[in-house]
């Protein structure tokens, strides 16, 4: 069973960078697809960023193009969200989430939806206020 802990979160002034963890255990994270997605207060949650393992496809939303970048460790079990150029709307618990990947899966049309993934890290606060 994949089980997934993010790190990284805190306080940071707008324009500023933070890089985002997620730690997986149980399972080889190499099997699955892996994404980041935030929720804010009163907001659903909403995907931020997607990777496949399959096709090596990856997406982003629309908000954080160009100034957020994920990435992934296979051989430590790591995924990471590096985040650069913050904005105060960018405030949100960030989730980690993994899906697994089989060949031929198709994700363009499913990545932003959090009930494509079954497994879920607890949540890492990030703020972005002066």
């Known amino acids: 069973q994949l089980q997934l802990v993010e790190s990284g979160g805190g306080l940071v002034q707008p324009g500023g960078s933070l890089k985002l963890s997620c730690e997986a255990s149980g399972s080889t994270l190499a099997y699955y697809a892996i994404a980041w997605f935030r929720q804010a207060p009163g907001k659903e949650r909403e995907g931020v960023s997607f990777?496949?393992?399959?096709?090596?496809?990856?997406f982003y939303a629309n908000s954080v193009k160009d100034r957020f970048t994920i990435s992934r460790d296979d051989a430590k079990n790591m995924m990471y969200l590096q985040m650069n150029s913050l904005k105060p709307e960018d405030t949100a618990v960030y989730y980690c989430?993994?899906?697994?990947?089989?060949?031929?899966?198709?994700?363009?049309?499913?990545?932003?939806?959090?009930?494509?993934?079954?497994?879920w890290g607890q949540g890492t606060q990030v703020t972005v206020s002066s």
């Open positions: 990777s496949g393992r399959s096709d090596g496809s990856t």
């Open positions: 989430a993994a899906e697994p990947d089989g060949e031929g899966g198709t994700w363009w049309y499913r990545w932003g939806r959090a009930s494509t993934y079954g497994y």
